[in-house]
T-cell receptor, first 116, second 114 residues
Framework: AQSVTQLDSHVSVSEGTPVLLRCNYS??????LFWYVQHPNKGLQLLLK??????LVKGINGFEAEFKKSETSFHLTKPSAHMSDAAEYFC??????????????FGKGTSLLVTP | KAGVTQTPRYLIKTRGQQVTLSCSPI?????VSWYQQTPGQGLQFLFE???????NKGNFPGRFSGRQFSNSRSEMNVSTLELGDSALYLC?????????????FGSGTRLTVV
């Protein structure tokens, strides 16, 4: 079964410092992976997606993620944190079924706190 | 381009009642998925509809059902509500769903069962 594990439930960084949110995946074949962000009382916004093209994926708001097959990882990074980055971040894998259907399997989430 | 619209935004229902939630996807999108978000279980997949057909279903009891109309709008119904059904219900819209297409989420319907 395809799944993702977010290694940190909480991450705290200072404004202007780098952000690293860690995600490992489990998949028997090349997965489709996503990072979503959820601000308080809001829906989910897609940051970026990996679909077996370039291994380094650039997303919105300066975020990027690198797909590393050898490490089964898909970590999310940003060079310099902004106060507005404080939110919940979800690593997600798309799982197909035999009926041409799909489901998104979400990690437990990482809460990012940005301090002044 | 209008986003994904979920109505209502908030609902309060009594245990044992039933509820219907609505989702209007982005124009042209044919895949609509539903997810339940709770503090304890996180985000869990309910079901996916594509061109009016349910093509995937999560591990939820039969009290949870849905449908999709010819204009791709989708409804989700929960019958015989239980306290544990209190959650944020999110709808996701996709052109076709799956490996190569992103999903756009609505703002959700927050259901409280008392």
């Amino acid at each position: 079964a395809q799944s993702v594990t977010q290694l940190d439930s909480h991450v705290s960084v200072s404004e202007g410092t780098p952000v690293l949110l860690r995600c490992n995946y489990s998949s028997s074949y090349s997965p489709s992976l996503f990072w979503y962000v959820q601000h308080p009382n809001k829906g989910l916004q897609l940051l970026l997606k990996y679909t077996s093209a370039a291994t380094l994926v650039k997303g919105i708001n300066g975020f990027e993620a690198e797909f590393k097959k050898s490490e089964t990882s898909f970590h999310l990074t940003k060079p310099s944190a902004h106060m507005s980055d404080a939110a919940e971040y979800f690593c997600v894998v798309s799982v197909p079924n035999s009926n041409s259907g799909y489901a998104l399997n979400f990690g437990k989430g990482t809460s990012l706190l940005v301090t002044p | 381009k209008a986003g994904v619209t979920q109505t209502p935004r908030y609902l309060i229902k009594t245990r044992g009642q039933q509820v219907t939630l609505s989702c209007s996807p982005i124009s042209g999108h044919r895949s609509v998925s539903w997810y339940q978000q709770t503090p304890g279980q996180g985000l869990q997949f309910l079901f996916e509809y594509f061109s009016e057909t349910q093509r995937n279903k999560g591990n939820f009891p039969g009290r949870f059902s849905g449908r999709q109309f010819s204009n791709s709008r989708s409804e989700m119904n929960v019958s015989t509500l239980e306290l544990g059904d209190s959650a944020l219900y999110l709808c996701a819209s996709s052109l076709k769903g799956g490996q190569n297409y992103g999903y756009t989420f609505g703002s959700g319907t927050r259901l409280t069962v008392v």
